[in-house]
């Protein structure tokens, strides 16, 4: 077997394994990239609590059926966030 | 996007975050953690099948210190055998929001509408109840429950005023859980009731009351070292904390920080959420059909 071959095999193999047990997916690196889905009165204040834990947490996607509540929530206290936040208004056009 | 936060009305919970986990998502769930039963099972084995992912429900209340302390304080025995817990979640006001021009009432007040909502005992209960749950490794096996649309008679759905009695079995407990909207005097309460103590418990603040000779027991203890440990307040409590805790949810996002970068798993999971969503949907079973649900084998989660 050639050594190429061998190493192919034993990555599909090792990545088999992996993906039967528990193994859990790399920790991103710095803050999580969060998006909130429903940016009504608890969304938006799970998004002020947020905007405490910058060390943790990156604002990325607001997303809700109603225009209005996109509307409001990308005025709210945690604008720093707001580098590149996508709104999205269809919870399917994601 | 690397995590999701869902908080949309409760019919849309399931499908959403079947989707984010698909998506290579962690996902954040609001509670209740979904609308019916069948999708609180179904929302096991799916998460079940993607362990990479975390998927934590937002019963934010249990990750305040002082809600651990007093899971400890429980099983440290320091309430005794607790027999009753009573539980109530009141407000006087109808509960609903303004709807914006443009809007219709179920956009907006989908908590009054039954195909959205599972009512004030998926909105506000289904804390109290999980707490249980979690508290005293347990379950209920019978639950019985009445309620209706008594003041609020403005085409709602949804009752405004609800009762669910909840049985124990196992540890011999009747849990009280009752929600109005027409009396605000005593807001939330929470009481967990025992041979040697009680504990009353608000979102951010604790206290103990022992029984008689429980104090009588601690002030024993106390005179030993000489220092003055408890200090009891005029209806004869002590604090179980001694600062003021900081909202729930800003403990519960600092953990669904620490379970994705750790990999640890959520002390609120899917399965002691899926066990809660089960305990709401017997109690609305319960009211709404007039019936006493029982627990089912398939039920046990945890």
């Known amino acids: 077997m050639k050594r190429r071959d061998f190493i192919e095999r034993t990555?599909?193999?090792?990545?088999?394994?992996?993906?039967?047990?528990?193994?859990?997916?790399?920790?991103?690196?710095?803050?999580?990239?969060?998006?909130?889905?429903?940016?009504?009165?608890r969304g938006r204040g799970i998004l002020s609590v947020l905007a405490q834990l910058k060390e943790q947490f990156t604002l990325t996607a607001i997303c809700d059926i109603l225009d209005f509540r996109l509307e409001t929530t990308q005025k709210e206290p945690s604008r720093f966030f707001r580098k590149n936040l996508q709104g999205l208004s269809s919870v399917t056009g994601r | 996007v690397q995590a999701v936060i869902i908080a949309t009305s409760l019919d849309m919970h399931f499908q959403l975050a079947v989707d984010a986990l698909k998506a290579g998502k962690h996902v954040y769930l609001e509670k209740t953690m979904t609308y019916s039963i069948p999708e609180a099972l179904e929302l096991v084995k799916q998460s079940a099948s993607l362990p990479a992912q975390t998927l934590m429900v937002g019963h934010q209340y249990r990750y305040t210190p002082l809600y651990f302390k007093v899971k400890d304080m429980i099983a440290k025995g320091y309430l005794g055998d607790v027999t009753q817990i009573d539980c109530r979640w009141d407000r006087n006001w109808n509960w609903r929001r303004p709807v914006p021009q443009g809007y219709s009432d179920e956009q907006i007040n989908w908590r009054m509408y039954k195909r959205h909502s599972g009512g004030l005992a998926a909105e506000l209960l289904s804390h109290q109840m999980d707490f249980i749950n979690w508290a005293f490794d347990t379950h209920p096996d019978e639950i019985m429950g009445t309620g209706g649309i008594d003041h609020y008679k403005d085409g709602r759905e949804t009752f405004d005023n609800v009762q669910a009695i909840l049985r124990y079995n196992k540890k011999g407990m009747i849990g009280n859980f009752g929600a109005t909207c027409s009396n605000a005097k005593e807001g939330y309460i929470f009481k967990i009731k025992g041979t040697r103590g009680m504990v009353s418990l608000l979102p951010q603040e604790g206290i103990f009351y022992p029984e008689k000779e429980t104090r009588k027991e601690l002030e024993t203890v106390d005179g030993v070292t000489g220092a003055s440990r408890f200090e009891w307040n005029q209806d004869g409590g002590t604090p179980i904390m001694k600062e003021k805790m900081k909202d729930g949810t800003w403990y519960a996002m600092q953990e669904f920080y620490n379970c994705i970068t750790e990999k640890k798993l959520p002390v609120s999971n899917v399965r002691t959420g899926a066990t809660t969503a089960v305990c709401v949907h017997l109690a609305n079973e319960a009211m709404y059909s007039h019936t006493i649900e029982t627990w089912k084998p398939e039920y046990n989660l945890i």
């Open chain 1, 11 to 41: 990555g599909l193999l090792a990545g088999g394994l992996l993906l039967g047990s528990s193994w859990r997916a790399a920790a991103p690196a710095g803050p999580v990239r969060v998006g909130i889905i429903g940016c009504g009165d």
